[in-house]
């Protein structure tokens, strides 16, 4: 069964950076599509960003667009997500999440946490 783990998550200051990681276990990642997630209390949650199966094509949210960078290493079944220039607008609860194509994510990490003070 696949399964997805984020980590990499802490608390930071406006302005600091954290990478984020999503390691896949119980197939080969490069089977699938990648997307970043979060989820602000009392907000819905919202598309970070997504990275295509060849890690050629990315997309991301107008929100975060030049802040952060999504790449991955299928051969160490993982993705990473960075983020620089971190506000406190950033804090939320950040999952990701494979599925076979964007929109269509059927395995979910459980998320981690990223808190940014002011």
């Known amino acids: 069964q696949v399964q997805v783990v984020e980590s990499g998550g802490g608390s930071v200051q406006a302005g600091g950076s954290l990478r984020l990681s999503c390691i896949c276990f119980?197939?080969?990642?490069?089977?699938?599509?990648v997307g970043w997630f979060r989820q602000a209390p009392g907000k819905e949650r919202e598309s970070v960003g997504f990275i295509g199966v060849s890690g050629i094509f990315k997309s991301y949210a107008d929100s975060m667009k030049g802040r952060v960078t999504i790449s991955r290493d299928d051969a160490a079944n993982t993705v990473w997500l960075q983020m620089n220039s971190l506000k406190p607008e950033d804090t939320a609860v950040y999952y990701c999440a494979v599925g076979a194509r964007n929109g269509e994510y059927d395995r979910w990490g459980q998320g981690t946490q990223v808190t940014v003070s002011s």
């Open positions: 119980g197939d080969t990642l490069s089977n699938f599509v």
